[in-house]
């Protein structure tokens, strides 16, 4: 299976930005769907955006929609969460995941397949 790595968490202020990575092991993640989903502590592992194996669609939580960006560069096998205007309710560990049987991107946690370890953002205010 295809490993994820995900980087770029961290302490920010409210209204700042940040940017997460997640390298994948293997070139075949350019055939796969990515999300993006994040999980804080008590709560279930939600979905903040998602793109398609192209990179042509992309979907996104109501919660970011504007705020965020999702990309990819499938020459480096790096899909991209570029996070803007940061608020306090975004603090969550962060997860990358590959959906293996799916071009598009999908909203649905249980349709992926592999996932990253996390890394953890934290907003202040």
């Known amino acids: 299976q295809v490993q994820l790595v995900e980087t770029g968490g961290g302490l920010v202020q409210a209204g700042g930005s940040l940017r997460l990575s997640c390298a994948a092991s293997?070139?075949?993640?350019?055939?796969?769907?990515m999300g993006w989903f994040r999980q804080a502590p008590g709560k279930e592992r939600e979905f903040v955006a998602a793109?398609?194996?192209?990179?042509?669609?992309?979907s996104y939580a109501d919660s970011v929609t504007g705020r965020f960006t999702i990309s990819r560069d499938n020459a480096k096998n790096t899909v991209y969460l570029q996070m803007n205007s940061l608020k306090p309710e975004d603090t969550a560990v962060y997860y990358c995941?590959?959906?293996?049987?799916?071009?598009?991107?999908?909203?649905?946690?249980?349709?992926?397949?592999?996932w990253g370890q996390g890394t953890q953002v934290t907003v202040s205010s």
């Open positions: 293997e070139r075949t993640v350019s055939t796969y769907a």
């Open positions: 995941a590959a959906d293996y049987h799916r071009g598009i991107p999908t909203r649905n946690k249980i349709e992926y397949d592999t």
């Open positions: 793109i398609s194996r192209t990179g042509a669609r992309t």
